[in-house]
Structure formats: C-alpha cells, structure tokens
C-alpha cells in the first residue's frame, strides 16, 4: 500500500506514469569460460574466438588417402568431430570447418606405381616367375633384414630362423612386418602353383618392379584413380561413423596454382630459395633467426631430429647440393620420371606435403584461424612447418591460435600404423563394434590423451552402454503407462530428483568448459542415471514422470551432443534402425497370433470351469514364452498392471539363458528333495522294525551273552564272564532307549 502511494504521488506530481525501479539479479556465482588445451602453449587456455562473436574458424588435417582407413584414424577423426560438436551444439559457437584431402604425396606414387606394375606383373605371368620373385626376396631381405651374402631360398630361411626377433624387433618396431614379407614370399616360392602363391609374394615383388620400372609409369591417370578410390571409402567410412563433413573440403590436386604462388610469395619475403634440379625449399635457419618468427612452436625439442624431418620429406625425396641445411624442407619438389608433375617458374614438379594444408587452410579461412587440430604425430615436422611457411607468407607472428592435437590410438599396449601394416581398419572393427559403442569409447578417454584400446575399455563401453539403455528403455515404458488422470503434485523424492539433474548439469558444464572433457561428463551422466533408478525403485506406484523425463531428456541431449544419434522424443538412442520397410502385417501380426492363441486358451478353461490357478499359469506362459519369443518383456508389479518393455535380440537371449540356469537350479533341487524324501522313507520304516521289538527281547542273543537279568539285560557273556560296570552301563543305555522307542508305537 506504501509502494502504491509511493507511485500515485509520483505520477500526480509530474503528470506520467513511472515505471518502478527494477532491481538487477545477483550473479550468484562467476561464470564459467572454456578452456582448451592448446599444443602452442601447453596449457589450458581461454578459448576468444578471433571474430569476437559466435564464428569459429577451424582447419583440420585430412586424410592421405592411399589405404584403407584404420582405427587410428577413426579416433583422430571421432575425437575431432566430437569436440567440434560440443563447440557447436552445447557452447553455439559457428563452426567454419575446413579439411583437405591429400592426393598428391610420395605414399600414393609409390602405392599407385607399385600397384599399377603389379597388375601388369599378373596379367604378363600366368604362373609365379620364379627367378623374378627369387631377386625381389634376395634385395628385400637385404634392404629390410640385413640378411647379406645369401644366394638361395633355402638360405635366407636359414638366416631368418637366426635372427634375434625380439631383439631385432626392439631396434626396428617395422621388422615384424618385414620379417612375415620375407616369411611369406618364402612359401610363395616353394608352392609356386597354388592359388594364393602371387598374394604371399606381393609385398616383395611390389617394391622389386617399382625400382626397376617406376621411372616408366607415366600415365596421369595412375596417380588420380588410387587416392579417388580411397578417398570415396574414406568418406564412406565418416559416414558410418557418424562423423559430420567439413563445411568446405579442400583436395591438394585442385589447388597446384595456389601452392605455386603461395611459395613464390614465401620466396619473395627470404625465407625460401630454389636448387639447381628446380626444387625450393624453406630457409628454417633465417625464418627462426627473425625477431618476428619461431620455428617449431609446437614441439621444439624435435629441432634437428632428422629421422623426423626425412619422414616428413617422403620417401621419394633425394639429397639435394643446394640444400642449405639438413633442417630446410621442401615448399616444392623436382618431379622425377614416373612422378606427376606441373609447371611451375621452377621447372616441372610437384608440391610439398606440408605447404598443401598452409595454402588451402588460408584460401578459405584467411592469413589467421582461431583452431587447427589433427594427430599428435603431426605436431613435428608437418604441423611445426605449415605454421613457419604460413607465417613466412603473411609475415605475421600467429597463423593459428590454439592447435588442438588428438591422442594417439593403442591396441593392447601397441601403437597401429599403416607403415607398419598392423593397424585394424575402420570397416574390419565396425564388424565387432557398433559406431556407438566406438563413439562411447573414444569419449571415456580425454581427446588429447593416449587411448589404449583393449578388452577393459570394452567392457567399460558395454556396462554403460547397457544401464544407459535399460534406463531409456525404463523411463519409455514408465512414460507409457502413466494414467492421465494421476497426481502431478512433486513430493520430496521428486524434488531431490530435480536437485540431482541440476548437480549433473552442472558437473557436464565444468567437463566440458575443462577442456571437453567428456569422460567427465559421461561420469555426471552415468551417477544421473543411478540416482534416477534409484528413485523409480524408492518410489513405487507413487511415481511422477516429469521429472524422470526431464532427466533423461537431459541425458540424451549431452549424449547427443558428442553425436550418438537419439530418438526425437528425447527418451532414448536409435535401435539400430534399418530403414526397413516391411508390410504393417508382416509386423503386427506375430503379435495380434499370440493374442489370438492366448484367448482360444483363455476361453477353453473358462468353458472346462478349471481351478484359477490354471489361469495364473496361462498368464504366466504368455509372459514367460510368447512375448518374450516376440522381444517383449513385462515386469509384474505388486500394486499396478505389469510395465511393458521392448528388448533386444541380445536382452532377450540373456533373459532366456538366465531363466534356463533358473529352471536347471529347480529340477536339481526337487531331484535333491526327492532324494531325501526317500532316504528319510527308509529311515522311518527301519525305525518302527525296531520299535516292534520288546526292550526284554533286544538282547536275547545266546551267541552274545549266556545270562540276562529279569529286565532282559545282560549279566555274561556266552562264554560265562561277567558283563563290566562299564559294559552293564552302556546296555542299559540302550535298554532304556529301546523302551521308550517301543512304547511310542503301543
């Protein structure tokens, strides 16, 4: 009433009304900011996007497409799309996203040559060429094995028996690979005629025609229908993990024109120069001793290592005279015969793997990116070298703000390669795992830590996999059979339900604003889920289901967010959906037969007029076999109609095995009961035989005893000896057992 006076005398005053004064809310704690771990600081660091605003722009390093894709390159790839979705679907951020496909490098001539002469090898020999393949064993063996000095098959089996593996393994992590070629070209050899003598002397005889027929393969077409191939199974590959596609992709052999300018430009600021066989290279020494640059901003202790540095030239790369020092790389490489090649000022060549991602990153995001992200094995040389000769280009100080680097991949303690021919493609695991169970995997390990992917881990995925399913499948089915008319009034459990949902929100905000942890946030999910279960049990019929739905809409956004595609409804993951389209009676009427054959019954004892306990087992049958034969599991409930639940072919089998152990466990027990019955039947009939017998009767045995006293107890023996005390005592004992025994029965 004050307030109102107040006002009235306000608006009386000067003549127009005034609003009351607003009073601003209270921040009740400070805000939370992501961090991200960023490669060029090794910290956590505050993540300012560049724009000031809501766009990101993001390079990611694409694939080099010349072999299938393993699993090395699904976490990599998962990993980078999982947090780039966190980024864009649970902090709004607009995600540029770039990433290129490499189809210009040493690996895919080399493949494409060696693949190309292979074929052409087959198609010229119907049968093995022996000595043809008995001189790629002699060089490969030396070049790989250092088996020198040998002429024979026989002797180089010989000598590989005579290496040290483990030890020859421990110097060299590619000699297991090498070592099963040489194995397996031997049994080539000495089955020259059997179906598979060609593939076991494939990885010998490969390299053996390239180097003696490399330099002829001119064909174009060579070079651009390897990397196609494997760049349309690559992408099948995303698709099947659910990996969303870049904003732009970039592809090396479209972008020829632009590296040729962009080096000139590098050329053209001194930090780079051309050799007299027309390839150029970067000057590391005089970009590193400029004020303005560093070299190596992502790993400079890697500076000099030139077993890094030479990986990173390729395999294809010679030494050059005009090479000022062993640390430059090359911005452009001299094509030699059976290389592809282009014009350039320098001569016919081709580009430098590292100057491909600098130039197609900057033709779409410009001369600075707020992310730059791929596998820590690119951090050195190939990352540490796209930033010197970007920043060389642009003269500028930053070409990249936070590089994110993704862990590597383990399987069972040993890192997969390509070079080294053990990795599991992504095809190979999708036939064991499940794109979600793969997805879940990869989120329960920090992305920019090592991931040992091993039977633990697995185990892991499954159990969560499973309570976060049995859970959706619980809370749908609760949904359904919520009455309309039920009280919606919250009671205490309800509302320290909804206290929980805000603890976990809360515990998945600072997960993921902590670097995108989402092993964190899986944590915070996953004890949701238990404090969930935990109230549908404490709660009974007393159930209130908007704050069940509430939480586990909550549940599959977050898990949606790291891309495990959810129902519409928010109350669960897709099943597995197949996109069938089968006619509506081919799905109905297995059901509308069971309840069809479950009325017949039903009417048949009603007819009969048989005991209702004949009913309650009909009830039971329908439960236990029929609808669960149809995938359908109803759980009995003491105070309300049974709760309806659709399972797996995996939940039911487990249920029907548990019920089959159940079934087992009452056989053995009524065998066991049975048996005991019995043995007590036998025991009982021995005991009323003895009870018949008179107490004065029971020991009238003359082969015993001679003399007995008027109660018919013994007094001697039957050789006349008096009966001890001790002995007297003891038959009385019995004496007196035995009469109460027979009086019982009188």
Known sequence: MKRFD????????????????????????EKRVLKLYNSLTKNKDVFIPQSGGRLVTWYSCGPTVYDASHMGHARNYVSIDINRRILSDYFGYNIKFVQNVTDIDDKIIIRARQNYLFEKFLKENKTLDIEEVRSALLAYAEKNLKINQVKSVDEIEIALKALDFENEKSKDPKFPMHYTAVQRAIEGLKAPNSESSFVNVKDVVMPHLDEKHGSSVTEPEVFRELPAYWEEQFDND????????????????????????????????????????????????KFDSSEKHDYAKNQPWNRGQLD????????????????????????????????????????????????????????????NMDIHSGGIDLAFPHHDNELAQSEACFDNEQWVNYFLHTGHLHIEGQKMSKSLKNFITIDEALKKFTSRQLRLAFSLAQWNNQLDFKEALLSEVKSL???????????????????????????????????????????????????????????????????????????????????????CNYICQILGVIGIPMREDKLGWKEGESGSTGQFEDIVLPYVKCLSRFRDDVRKLAIEKREVLEFLKLTDRLRDEELLKLNVLLDDRNDQGALVKLISDEEKNQIVEEKQKEAERLEAKKASDAAKKIERESKEKERLAKAKVPPGEMFKQSELYSEWDEEGIPTKDSKGEPITKSMTKRLKKQWLQQEKLYKSVQ
């Open 238 to 285: 995303m698709k099947k993990l659910n990996v969303l596609p870049p904003s732009v992709t970039t592809r090396v052999s479209e972008y020829v024109p632009e590296i040729v300018d962009f080096v000139s430009k590098i050329i053209d600021n001194g930090y780079g120069y051309a050799t007299e066989d027309g390839s150029v290279y970067f000057d590391t020494v």
């Open 465 to 551: 996999e499973s309570m976060f399913g049995n859970f959706f499948k619980s809370t749908r089915a609760l949904k359904s059979d919520v009455v309309y008319h039920a009280s919606k009034k919250l009671g205490p459990l309800e509302k320290e339900l909804l206290g929980e949902l805000e603890v976990a929100k809360d515990k998945v905000d600072a997960a993921f604003c902590d670097n995108l942890s989402t092993p964190q946030a899986l944590k915070a999910l996953s004890e949701l889920v238990t404090k969930c279960n935990s109230y549908i049990s404490d709660v009974g019929s007393e159930l209130r289901i908007e704050p069940l739905v509430d939480a």
């Open 308 to 367: 890094l540095i030479k990986e990173g030239e390729g395999n294809l790369s010679i030494a050059s005279s005009g090479k000022k020092s062993p640390n430059d790389f090359a911005l452009w490489k001299a094509s030699k015969p059976g290389e592809p090649r282009w014009d350039s000022p320098w001569g016919p060549g081709r580009p430098g793997w590292h100057i491909e991602c600098s130039v197609m990153a900057s033709d779409i995001l410009g001369s």
């Open 6 to 29: 107040q006002l009235f005398r306000r608006t009386m005053s000067s003549g127009k009304i005034v609003q009351p004064k607003w009073y601003e809310p209270n921040v009740q704690k």
